[in-house]
């Protein structure tokens, strides 16, 4: 059974503070991504890696970095939180490049006050 | 990028037929995905298309038509269970990532 597994369900933060969102698979797969998913817009791409160590920006980066030391774990990083980064936080993964099924983690519910 | 429009909201009643559609324009189209999502929960893959036509997987059916950029997701046979958001997602063959985009989901709500 494919396992997509994100440290935390919920998570409270204070403004100012480093947070980080940690996503591990344990299917080998090479690509990881995560995204942000506020009601009416859907899921935004945030950042995205093909392999370990290597990460590309998705679509909306600003205030968040990425860390993939290890194939099976692909951290989100908010440097320092903000209110406006109020919002569900989804991991997900795919086996390769072409595959066409990502699979999803349960989310991370992350609220900045 | 891909622009990507579904409906908000539909509902319907337990043992209907629900469409949702999904318009899409995309410079180079390389496949069109659909996902549930339940309130609370993990988004789940439900279909691939890549060529015209339907494809079938027991209650629920997907129909591609590439040349008008239109997708539609058909439930069946509604049950209480099928109320969840439906996304409605692009990959496009400019992108050598194979990236996906989504669009904003659309909120079945099934009634009695």
């Known amino acids: 059974d494919v396992k997509v597994t994100q440290s935390s369900r919920y998570l409270v933060k204070r403004t100012g503070e480093k947070v980080f969102l940690e996503c591990v698979q344990d299917?080998?797969?090479?690509?990881m991504f995560w995204y942000r998913q506020d009601p009416g817009l859907g899921l935004r791409l945030i950042y995205f890696s093909y392999d370990v160590k290597m990460k590309e920006k998705g679509d909306i980066p600003e205030g968040y970095s990425v860390s993939r030391e290890k194939k099976e774990r692909f951290s989100l990083i908010l440097e320092s939180a903000s209110t406006n980064q109020t919002s569900m936080y989804l991991c997900a993964t795919k086996p390769r490049t072409d595959s066409t099924e990502a699979f999803f983690g349960q989310g991370t519910r992350l609220t900045v006050v | 990028g891909q622009n990507i429009d579904q409906p908000t909201e539909m509902t319907a009643t337990e043992g209907a037929i629900v469409q949702i559609n999904c318009t899409y324009q995309?410079?180079?189209?390389?496949?069109l995905f659909w996902y549930q999502q339940h309130a609370g929960e993990a988004p789940t893959f439900l279909s691939y298309n890549v060529l015209d036509g339907l494809e079938e997987k027991g209650r629920f059916s997907s129909f591609l038509s590439r040349s008008k950029g239109y997708s539609y997701l058909l439930l069946k046979e509604l049950q209480m269970k099928d109320s969840a958001s439906y996304l409605c997602a692009v990959r496009d063959r400019s992108d050598s990532w194979g990236k996906f985009q989504f669009g904003a989901g659309t909120q079945v709500v099934v009634t009695p």
């Open positions: 299917m080998d797969h090479e690509n």
């Open positions: 995309t410079s180079g189209f390389n496949g």
